[in-house]
Structure formats: structure tokens, C-alpha cells
């Protein structure tokens, strides 16, 4: 019965860990998709800009 107990709380470790882990990857995947839409938004921003500077000196 003991052995029993200390297995499911090694089971349960484990997977609290492994949410953890699934976590912390889920964070970094988020802060990398936030990086490169800022990025995408200035170039954006950066092209537009240079098209009304365009414009106005046409």
C-alpha cells in the first residue's frame, strides 16, 4: 500500500512538472509571436511612412 502512495506521487510530480514545462514552452512561444508582430507592424509602419514622404514629394 505504501509503495502504492509514493508511486501516484511520483505520477503526480511528474506531471506537474510536465505542466510546467508545457507552460514556460507555451510562454515562449507567445513572447516569440509578440516579437515578430511588433517587428511586422514597424516595417508596416516604416513602408507607409515612406510612402506618404513619396507622395508628397511627387
Same mark, same amino acid.
Given at each position: 500500500?505504501?509503495? *502504492? /502512495?509514493?508511486?501516484?506521487?511520483?505520477? %503526480? *510530480?511528474?506531471?506537474?512538472?510536465?505542466?510546467?514545462?508545457? *507552460?514556460?514552452? /507555451?510562454? %515562449?512561444?507567445? +513572447? %516569440? +509571436?509578440?516579437?515578430?508582430? *511588433?517587428?511586422?507592424?514597424?516595417?508596416?509602419?516604416?513602408?507607409?511612412?515612406?510612402?506618404?514622404?513619396?507622395?508628397?514629394?511627387?
Amino acid at each position: 500500500m505504501v509503495v *502504492e /502512495v509514493q508511486a501516484a506521487e511520483v505520477v %503526480i *510530480e511528474m506531471v506537474m512538472v510536465d505542466m510546467m514545462d508545457f *507552460e514556460v514552452m /507555451v510562454a %515562449i512561444m507567445v +513572447l %516569440i +509571436l509578440v516579437t515578430v508582430v *511588433e517587428e511586422a507592424m514597424m516595417m508596416v509602419d516604416q513602408d507607409m511612412e515612406t510612402k506618404v514622404v513619396d507622395m508628397v514629394i511627387k
